[in-house]
């Protein structure tokens, strides 16, 4: 059985980024957060689209390479902002950090902007075949209806136009009851509610993933039906979107997220997706003693994050940028 040995947190915002745009062009911009975000000491307010990296050791090729699985690939993904004199923390500086050259497989959790949007930024990862020819994508019917909408070309190249480089992937659609394998890692979709279809008012779903025994992620999320809180039982690691201190349409808010992880009881549990609302010492200082009381481990991920897990199961985090 393959096992997951890292996880690395590549954007643990939510889909407008932290700084927000609005607040930095305020005459007199006074939003605590975002200001901070700006500064050196203040890096892990800056937060991009979520996204995260599942690094597996694959059983058939113990020796191998790490297997690197991305969840989501947002409006962020290549992203070269210079902020003050800091860097961008897009994937542009946080996979040469950690050796990511290839990617076994890029699972999207919707087909919202922040979470497929960079897949033309892919264009160079796969032109010439100079890191790899293809990129295998996994990805519901719906979300697979908005990847040909939106990037017809990225579909079928016959599409394309100007000079007719464009990325290249392999697209697998995926169905919410069936898992599927990669690089000998069971995963299991995990469908949540995500918010309102604005016309209809049906549930919109969004597709959580469980990876194998070790991680549940749901990167969006207002609501888990108890069939998809079965599959995720005795995980030992959740992540799980936090959008803000209050709850969203779309999105758990502070109290909403910790019921989850109160109800799951994992070992480790990591909030992402959080707004400019949520400054990251304070709501990592919050949950500290939160998880104090309760008996139980709820941390802030941020940008950059590595999560080593040993056979025993043990984690231990790290970051170049401290
Ligand atoms: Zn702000
Ligand atoms: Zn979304």
Redesign the pocket.
Known sequence: MSVIEQVIFVGTGCSSN???LK?LLEKKPS?K??LSALSEQGWRNRRKNPSVLIRVRDHKDPQGRLRNILVDCGKTFYRMVQLSATFSQSALDIFPRYDIQELDALILSHGHADAMLGLDDLRSWTSGGRLQTSVPIYLNEETFEVVSRAFPYLVNKANATGGGEVASFTFNVIKANESFEIAGLDIVPLPVHHGIYMQTKEPYWCFGYRFGKQVSCITDANYVPPETMEKMKDSDMLIVDCLREDPYPSHFGYHEALALVDELKAKDNYFIGMA?NLEHGDLEQRLAEYSAMHNLNVRPAYDTLKVDISSNGETTESTWRC
Do not use: G, L, N, Y
């Open positions: 932290t700084p927000a607040c939003c957060v975002c400019h």
